[in-house]
């Protein structure tokens, strides 16, 4: 878009409070005037200059500036960058002096992102990896997004989208011409381009949902009777005293969380109060909220005390409780267990919470069972669940395409032809997207 008619913007990019360096980012077509405000000379497109700012005749600060011109610049449009000392000061004096001015506006959240998709910089797909970025707390979210933004699904998606045009072309072209019978050879071309572009999709489909896992990562409940060592176990997860450890049944009574790196995958861990028949009104309320968050969690991890005879009654009735897919964990194997064979199982697994190996061993086992996996092959490109609907409503319409007969009814196989275009083309923002657009860029934060 040209950058006439447009206000130009402005937000410090960085994390306010104090800091050793805070970047002010302007842009649109006055950007190169906003150094002009302190007194100073904008620096050449390209090029860093060092420069003392001036209000009211009074130094505000000595700053780097960084100017680049339209189109190249990181939102296609001119761009000017304050890099100054992270003082609130300094920060509120600059701010405050571009506010003054009529043209220049306060960017809001996402704003230069935004623009950045208008003018061709980045695609959709691209700015919610950098969203995701932005957000990352592990390694493979931080690899995943940057996949995302290098085009692991773009790509791919806009040669499935280019293909189907092509098909469709064809049709149309038979459409056009309906008094000619479609040879056989090309029916047959196009039908099997159709299968093939159908699998593909089906293939990247089949996924397990693992790019989403990864993003939006997972929640894991702790249940167990009282006394099984819940406790003692997401102390030794969290590598600190997150929970009080007590010999006392009933110490937990109220849900604590703690945030866990399994193989990638955030996870929150849930310790909940321990299940046990006899309880006073407030472990009563703790043992509800206990259920009630294993109904929420993607894995529940049942803690049971491996020394003690009556576990397996202890399991059987906690399966009674909540139909969530369930790992058992046996505590206490120092102790010796109660049933040495069970710890065999493959929904099953001994440890002794007391013993740092055995709870590496633990940590190893879930990210096993929650990473279905290995995250870093990059044929995993669905991160969203927008991204999902998307394609399989392409797939769909692909499905339909094929029980078409494309000698008599070619129209109705272009229409399906046309229907996964589309659907494929809101993945990158190939069409209009007005209604997307705003809640993808609302999460933004304000320089950005």
Known sequence: MSQAGYKTIFAIATPPGRSAIAVIRISGPLASKAPALFGAACPLAGQFSVARLVL?????DQVILLFMQAPFSSTGEDVCEIHCHGSRAVIDALLARLGTKDDFLMAKPGEFTHRSFMNGKMDLSSVEGLADLIEAETATQLHQA??????????????????????????EALIDFADEDLPDAVESALRTSTGDLRLALASHLDDGGAGELVRDGVT???????????????????????????????????????RLDLGGVPATILDTAGIRDESGKIEAEGIRRSVEAAGFAKLVLVILDGSDPAWPAARDKIDQLTG???FYILNK?????????????????????????????LIAKLAKLLVPINHADTSVIITRQRHRHAMQEAHDA?????????????????????????????????????????????????GK
Not at 146 to 171: C, F, H, K, S, Y
């Open 56 to 60: 009211d005749q009074r130094v505000i």
């Open 146 to 171: 940057w996949a995302q933004i290098d085009g692991a699904l773009r790509a791919p998606v806009m040669a499935w989208r280019g293909e189907l045009v092509e098909i469709a072309a064809q049709l």
């Open 220 to 258: 894991i409940a702790f249940i167990g009777p009282v006394n099984a060592g819940k406790s003692t176990i997401l102390n030794g997860l969290a590598g600190r005293a997150a929970a009080i450890v007590s010999d006392e049944a009933g110490t937990t009574r109220d849900i604590i969380q703690i």
């Open 324 to 326: 969530q897919p369930k």
């Open 333 to 361: 194997a120092d102790q010796g267990l109660a049933a040495p064979s069970a710890s065999a199982s493959d929904e099953m697994m001994a440890i002794s919470a007391k013993n740092p190996a055995d709870i590496e061993k």
């Open 398 to 446: 692909l499905s339909r395409a094929l029980g078409h007969d494309f000698q008599d009814a070619p129209e109705m196989a272009a229409e399906d032809f046309r229907v996964a275009a589309v659907a494929l083309g809101r993945i990158t923002g190939e069409i209009d997207v007005e209604e997307l657009l705003g809640s993808i860029f609302s999460a933004f934060c304000i």
